[in-house]
């Protein structure tokens, strides 16, 4: 549970600084907008916010036994599934379109996925319910892996 708890606290600051990234990306955007719109560039920030996660994963504790080392977001999956599940509800649920007079009401669920969010935007992914309810479980899986690799790395030692 305790890592859990942690794995919810870097999740958290891992939206803080994504959003702090998203404010410098529009404030910036009339004098470095051809730079971010690159393809490169969204790649290279793509590749940075999934190997952030990764990087927060290795702050976890790695006391438990291996096999739960993928479920260390288990509580940032259960409050993402609870705020996918209110808001698809809210808005009359389609799982393939988001129609426009109901989009605000998934402020809310893209705030708290902030970083995949983005991801979704620099990669050019079109907002689908269906593919919202598959982001709820990616902080828990890069976690994981990094959470993996501080295994891996202490047992070389």
Known sequence: MKNNIKALILHLITVVLSFILLVIFV????KFGKYTTNILSRLFLTVSLIRFYVYMGTFLDINKDRKYDFYVGGIISIIGIGLWLYTFLMTNGSLIEVPKEVSTY???FNSYYMPFTMIDFLLGIQHIPLLSLLNV???????GFGLRYKRVRIEKK
């Not at 404030?27 to 009339?30: D, E, G, L, R, V």
């Not at 479980?137 to 976690?143: A, K, V």
Request: net charge neutral.
């Open 27 to 30: 404030a910036t955007a009339s």
């Open 106 to 108: 998934w402020i809310l």
């Open 137 to 143: 479980f990616m902080p828990s899986l890069f976690m």
